[in-house]
């Protein structure tokens, strides 16, 4: 299957903004004369001021600076709203499908133009101002895009937590950035269930002293507490402000936001984002990879919690004018079809998900696929996780009707935007691959001893020059940034992951070679974890790792050693998943839990992972060198106790 390639159908080639001449062309040019490459395309985008310098950036991990556009002013929401108003004010920006298939709405370029400026005047009314950092814990409403659009047009930096994360992981988001406003709603919706939003905000703020306001939007009218002079609900303050809002004029890399990812050690990163360079590249990328036209719909399935959801549900899609659709709820309510049905109900031409999400449609079975029509999707994306060729084939074959190309799109949360992908006109696909480079960016593969790779190989994916879409710092920590991606390989941003690359210079991602996990495409830091599992009073010690899983990609495995005198049982075992659970949040429960009554580690004490992932990929007959084991029968033990037999 790995051979298998699909080329481009004639029809894609003629009428894309690329084809697969013009890719090689325009490729060649990104590379080779950046400057002039980033200088006209950075004037898709309105500034106020024009920028003069376009690139200034240095991965010498002594001094690593990156600066994109520096001179020119902008304002990001303006980009995305009021250039807009003149031709393309009644067009619909936000389509919006609740939870219950029978709630949703349409809100045009002009209705979001007064919702945001009134909301940006709320935030002002609230004292925010330029700078101040603001976080948004909100479900899936355009209320979210409204708080985050809001920030942008005063120049308050947004952090968005996902609704999903508990209230301790809300609380360590909200610290990290000392943000003194809080968006939240009374309840969100998923699924037909409740989503206690307010009341994980409440019980996170007794935490944050520093919080002064929590803005509050009405989802479900649901019962919640109340702070007097802390609380305000957002409908009653909108009334009370006026609906215009000058946009507020800002450097190019002023910080547009914050974005928190767990990384392979310790606390969760404050990824942060600037304005003029991300935006160029989120709206660039829009553009060309889903290769959007004027009066396309475009629906992309992620959380605004995460980074695809700012990038590609909210700024890219916006910047360029186009109609984004919004879904609050999930793939499997009220039934496995909801997806299909809603490709159907609003005339959706792009549709862009989730491998994870695939694979488990995939187990629901073709019948609620083939009930509908489908017959307005044009462009079908995956993002997240490597998608596996028979997910690829089943997504290709019946979501697609064998008529739609995927892009199959790489990229991370420090990215800001994909770097490897087809484009549909242009790259002849092959099922589990992303493909070729986007403009701009340049892929090598490096060994373990800091050696490029040439030709077909597999090594470790670094990027060797910047792209405007590239986080710029570790917000309140640089020297974090640089020790993450610019130590491992000199000069080089380092990404975390594994890579292939084959005879026809084609990248396949292998996943990470760090101590992050992928779990339904939700980064995860072991690391996390493990603290967690250890501050529960009857565990000693616990390591995590990845074990592949049929439906989440990777599923977590927790080799957990209890304090001596606890005994194991099933209790325990469930109470450690929901302790988890309620400290990180649900997508961190542990599917699997070993009792270790020790773990492997070396005579200097460190824990070898490397066999604990052996053990959990069901792999032990080939555990590799053992020899540095402190003691070998612990590891015995591990294999004739793991969890995973098949
Ligand atoms: C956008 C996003 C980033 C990590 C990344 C990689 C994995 C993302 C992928 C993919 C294979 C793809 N990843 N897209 N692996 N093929 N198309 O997901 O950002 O949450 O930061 O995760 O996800 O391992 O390093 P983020």
Redesign the pocket.
């Known amino acids: 299957m790995q051979d298998t390639v699909i080329p481009v159908p004639e029809d894609w080639a003629r009428r894309a903004y690329v084809d697969d001449a013009a890719y090689q062309q325009m490729y060649r040019r990104s590379v080779d004369d950046p400057e002039g490459f980033w200088a006209e395309h950075g004037k898709r985008i309105d500034w106020i001021r024009p920028y003069s310098r376009v690139k200034n950036t240095s991965y010498d991990p002594h001094d690593v600076s990156i600066k994109w556009f520096e001179d020119g002013t902008l304002n990001v929401a303006a980009n995305c709203i009021d250039r807009h108003l003149e031709e393309r004010g009644d067009q619909v920006a936000i389509i919006w499908e609740g939870d219950d298939p029978a709630d949703d709405a349409k809100i045009t370029y002009r209705e979001l133009h007064e919702k945001v400026c009134r909301f940006a005047n709320v935030l002002k009314k609230l004292g925010a101002k330029k700078g101040d950092r603001i976080t948004i814990y909100m479900p899936m409403i355009p209320e979210a895009a409204y708080a985050m659009l809001a920030c942008a047009r005063i120049g308050a930096i947004h952090s968005v937590v996902f609704g999903g994360f508990s209230p301790d992981s809300l609380a360590g988001r909200i610290q990290g950035c000392d943000s003194n406003i809080v968006i939240t709603a009374d309840e969100g919706l998923r699924g037909g269930r409740k989503v206690p939003l307010k009341a994980n905000t409440d019980e996170a703020l007794k935490k944050c002293p520093t919080v002064k306001n929590v803005v509050v939007v009405r989802r479900t009218g649901g019962d919640i507490g109340w702070e007097e002079g802390r609380d305000v609900w957002l409908h009653d303050e909108m009334q009370a402000v006026s609906a215009d809002c000058p946009p507020e004029e800002m450097n190019a890399e002023d910080p547009l936001f914050i974005l928190y990812?767990?990384g392979s050690t310790g606390q969760p990163k404050g990824?942060l984002h600037t304005s003029g360079g991300y935006l160029v590249y989120a709206s660039m990328t829009h553009h060309y990879v889903f290769d959007y036209h004027d009066g396309d719909v475009y629906w992309c399935t992620?959380d605004v919690g995460?980074?695809?959801g700012h990038?590609y549900i909210v700024y890219g899609p916006l910047a360029n004018g186009a109609t984004t659709l919004m879904f609050e709820g999930v793939p499997n309510y009220p039934t496995a079809a909801r997806f299909w049905e809603v490709c159907d109900k609003h005339k959706v031409n792009i549709f862009y998900t989730?491998?994870t999400a695939i694979r488990a449609l995939m187990g629901a079975g073709d019948d609620l696929v083939k009930k509908t029509d489908r017959s307005s999707l044009r462009l079908l994306g995956?993002?997240?996780?490597?998608?596996n060729p028979e997910a690829w084939m089943w997504y290709y074959n019946v979501v697609g009707d064998g008529r739609c190309p995927i892009v199959?799109?790489?990229?991370?949360?420090?990215?800001g935007g994909?770097l490897?992908?087809p484009l549909p006109g242009a790259t002849g696909l092959k099922p589990g691959s992303?493909t070729r480079p986007f403009f701009g960016i340049q892929p090598a593969l490096m060994d373990g001893e800091g050696n490029e790779l040439t030709g077909a190989a597999s090594g470790n994916l670094v990027i060797t020059d910047s792209w405007p879409g590239q986080m710029r710092t570790v917000y309140g920590d640089h020297e974090r940034f640089v020790q993450t991606y610019f130590s491992t390989y000199k000069g080089m941003y380092f990404?975390?992951?594994g890579c292939r690359r084959d005879e026809d210079g084609y990248y396949w991602?292998?996943?990470?070679v760090d101590d992050?996990i992928?779990v339904s495409?939700?980064?995860m830091g072991t690391a996390e974890v493990e603290s967690s599992l250890v501050a529960h009073p009857k565990v000693s010690e616990a390591a995590v790792v990845g074990y592949p899983h049929d439906i989440k990609g990777q599923g977590i495995y927790a080799y957990v050693t209890l304090m001596s005198g606890e005994t194991p049982s099933e209790d325990l075992r469930k109470e450690l998943v929901a302790w988890v659970r309620k400290d990180i949040g649900p997508i961190a429960s542990p599917d699997l839990i070993q009792w270790a009554p020790g773990l492997p580690k070396t005579r200097s004490g460190k824990i070898m992972r490397r066999i604990l992932r052996k053990i959990a990929e069901d792999e032990f007959s080939n555990l590799g060198d053992t020899s540095t084991l402190a003691d070998p029968a612990v590891v015995d033990d591990l294999i004739d106790n793991r969890q995973n037999r098949a």
Request: net charge negative.
């Open positions: 990812t767990s990824v992620a995460w980074v695809t990038s989730a491998p995956s993002v997240g996780e490597p998608i199959d799109t790489w990229w991370q949360t420090e990215t994909i490897i992908t992303a990404t975390g992951d991602i292998t996943g990470r992050v992928n495409g939700h980064r």
